[in-house]
């Protein structure tokens, strides 16, 4: 079939995310089928279908998600309830949305490089922490099944 | 106006210490926060943080029992029940937020419980929780729930705080974020705003003004 010109394609508009925690790495798929699930779980088969989403960009970090124009804001609503993608827990927040990719690239500051701190004792429970921003400091303890984390601040480790 | 999440749960309770939960939430637009089952009440990194007593009582009675025992708390928040409860809670005037109130019985709130909770000063809670963490049934009968108190509220002006009931930073909410979801069951950008500000209403509730001398 013959592409339709520009003037006749529908308007589309480009919402930037950012993912929570900070060391997720998901790909595109595994977050296109979280959001697609979250929006068809709030809003219907025929909702979802109206927003018709695709995510177009993701990193470790970030995620551009595209949608139709006056969709925006049904969109975001669907993106707020996601909390799983896979198997981890995690979260996207909707960050800004514009006309362009390149607009939305260009809101995504640098990353700060995760640093591995040592071991921390909590609980007679031995954690390995990573720093993930001049505060902020994870925990993580690898388990059977599962690993789990806790989210602490530098502080906190100079407390215990 | 001071945007307040009305209710987290921090480190034992969850995974995220205090003062991390505090550090996500001045990122995210959030002025003041409401720890439950924490004692400590004070500052981090600009965003206060108040201490929260939550009960679960399943009668009057043992309200009594619980709030006897429970430590001192800026904020003193309650679990929802029957009509009842919800009604003896409220004209008590001992909580400040009634909260669970998705998850309550049909009718547990009615014009008497709207009435009661702005002579007393009381909120209702709006937990995010139930629209991002539930599907399917119980997420439409928060979503229902939800638009009812928003009826009663628009009625008779009493108090609705929003809280994320977060137990992870994960959990929280930016306050565009807030907007997004309570756009869900009809409520407006400034009636968001005003319900954010809410916990500032019951820590300074209005009075008419007196003649000193």
């Not at chain 1, 595109?28 to 699930?37: F, H, R, V, W």
Request: proline share 4%; charged share 25%.
């Amino acid at each position: 079939m013959k592409a339709l010109p520009p003037t006749l394609r529908p308007d589309k508009r480009y919402v930037l995310g950012r993912i929570v925690p900070h060391n997720s790495s998901f790909d595109g798929k595994e977050l296109y089928y979280a959001i697609y699930d979250a929006a068809v779980s709030l809003f219907g088969d025929s909702g979802a279908y109206e927003l018709s989403m695709s995510v177009v960009f993701s990193n470790p970090e970030w995620v551009i998600i595209r949608c139709s124009r006056k969709s925006e804001l049904k969109l975001r609503a669907a993106v707020a309830t996601v909390n799983r993608v896979g198997k981890k827990d995690c979260a996207i927040r909707c960050v800004a949305t514009s006309g362009t990719i390149a607009a939305l690239k260009r809101k995504i500051p640098p990353s700060f490089p995760a640093k591995i701190i040592g071991d921390v004792e909590i609980e007679s429970t031995l954690y390995s922490s990573v720093s993930v921003s001049q505060e902020k400091v994870d925990l993580y303890k690898e388990g059977i099944k599962h690993q789990d984390i806790l989210y602490f601040t530098r502080e906190d480790l100079e407390e215990l | 106006m001071v945007f307040s999440d009305a209710c987290i749960f921090a480190y034992p309770q969850g995974n995220t210490s205090l003062r991390r939960m505090a550090l996500e939430a001045k990122y995210l637009g959030i002025e003041r926060i409401v720890c439950a089952g924490s004692d400590y009440s004070g500052d981090y990194y600009g965003v206060s943080v108040l201490s929260g007593a939550l009960l679960r009582p399943s009668d009057f009675r043992d309200f009594g029992k619980l709030l006897k025992k429970s430590k001192k708390s800026d904020i003193i928040m309650s679990y929802a029940g029957d009509a009842g409860l919800n009604r003896s809670l409220i004209s008590s005037g001992k909580i400040d937020i009634l909260r669970g109130i998705e998850s309550a019985p049909k009718k547990a709130f009615d014009d008497v419980c709207a009435i009661n909770a702005l002579e007393k000063n009381v909120a209702i809670d709006i937990c995010l929780s139930a629209i991002t963490y539930q599907r399917g049934i119980l997420r439409q009968k928060a979503l229902i729930s939800y638009a009812e108190i928003l009826k009663f509220h628009r009625k008779f002006g009493f108090n609705i705080t929003i809280s994320s009931g977060a137990d992870s930073y994960i959990g929280l909410r930016p306050v565009r974020e807030i907007e997004d979801l309570c756009s869900l069951f009809g409520m407006k950008s400034e009636e968001v705003k005003f319900a954010l500000n809410a916990v500032d209403n019951l820590l300074n509730p209005y009075s008419p003004a007196e003649v000193i001398g």
